[in-house]
């Protein structure tokens, strides 16, 4: 019973944690402005997260070992770093995304401005990620974020013509007036959001710290597989209400009140308050997320004692570390640079590096040295191997797409 | 246990390889940002027909929002956010075409249009603002108004784009 218990427990909040603040103004943009027509983008970066966070998770659990660890061992120093490099970029410029995200959602409650808010959310960061058990914060902002379900009903409560959205969707039609290239951008951003790197780094680090063996395998897999495409769910009911509502009035999507907007329509203040709390929840827990994983990768990396399980004490480097992300992330935002233009950097730029997240990733899944019997089957490996050449093409295309649609725009 | 990739396995030719493209791209890049942008009569129009759809964008949403607040759907610190918000952005719509200097093959009258519409929605979307702020149901000419010049915003994109 405590094992079924888990798993649903794991399953909420794998559904809750899913969505962040890339997924949440990404989905919202691209419905707003194509429709469903990029919906497909979702399932395919939804089942890439999927094969390459069962990698890392499986990992965790049979050696024991983080992935960062294992990869700088397994493929040196060289590429250890570049590993290091790509991953530790993209996931400090989400968390300040994220931070920015909690900021702007308290302002949408108190209409001060969301800069005045970055020092106290900043505050209570660091102070979850020094005081807070790592289960009790996962689990807790996790199921909070299952408020973004709302999103859903709202949808539903809009009664839209849902074969002319099954018919977007499955037609993958450009609308009329857009250039390819703004499609594609748009695609590699949605790619980008759903196969986010820290993602697979806290998941499986989260896995050292809860002290997973061969026997959590199911358990592990029965989160990704099963909460993970829910939380693609909500994705698709986020750019499904944007859609519905912003389409025909053609309103392009430029803030997270914005993002909100359609859950009032269908469902009024409640739904408002609903969405909310859901926002608050998803970019905090995020922002932990992110925060926890620049120091996991830092200290797996160099060798120093990490974790949330060691006296603060005894890894007095890796928090140093988190101090110092809060702080610069804090910094960042206080120059009143604009959260949603970090976030839509910062998605782009997970794009371009997901080659370097991944690749270590399949080569460390694949030995036996490590995982025994629980390396990689010809299943994984052929969807691994897929993927590696989708996250390349995407990671190749990223920046140019960037340039000649001015992130966009055109 | 002998890593099968590990430091020093690289080889240094590749490894020179890389730090080359790596110097090439870096340069053009800088080389890029050295130019002075000219923009040609196409480019002003696919600039100003950009900020018009900004403009008009942020005109309906400042209408949605004084709907929602009417139908007391939004509360009132949601709905001023989201009408300042779009205010900021009218403003920067206006902003992109002011400040790009006008080609000869733009016409002055074309040009002053566009100014014209963009400040129409840049005042229209400040009424809607301060009435969201000051509480109360928006009158109906104010709804008309955004609605118009949403409208008009949106058409006149779509002559120049």
Redesign the interface.
Known sequence: MKRYLAVFLGILTAIGGFVDIGDLVTNAQVGARFGMSLAWVVPVGVLGICVFAEMAGRVAAVSHRPVFDLVRERLGPRVGFLNLAGSLAVTFLTFVAEIGGVALALQLVTSVHHVAWVPCVALLVGLVLWRAKFSAMENILGLLGLALVVFGIALWQLGPDWSGLAREAFTAAKPAGEQWTTYAYFAVALFGAAMTPYEVFFFSSGGVEERWTAKDIGVMRANVLIGFPLGGMLSLAIAGCAAVVFGPLGISVETLGQVGLPVAVALGKVGLAVVVVGFVAATFGAACETGLSVGYALAQYFGFQWGKYVRAREAAAFHVVLVAAVLLAAGILMTAVDPILVTEFSVVFSAVALPLTYFPILVVANDPQYLGRHVNGHVANVLGVGYLVLVGVASLAAIPLMIVTRMGQA | ?R?R??????PAAALRGVRVVLAALSLVVLLAGCTVATPSAGDWRATAA?SL??S??AV??AR??LR?QEA????S??A???AA?AEK?TGTATDGVATLQRPEGVGVAEAAAVMDLLGRAEDVVRRARQRLVAGGPPPDALLERLDTV?QQL?RAAGRLG
């Not at chain 2, 007391?72 to 509360?75: I, K, M």
């Open positions: 246990m890593p990739f590990g430091p020093g396995t690289m950009r759809e900004d008009a964008s309906s949403t949605l929002a929602e007391e759907r939004t509360w610190t949601y001023v956010t989201l918000d952005q949403a949106t």
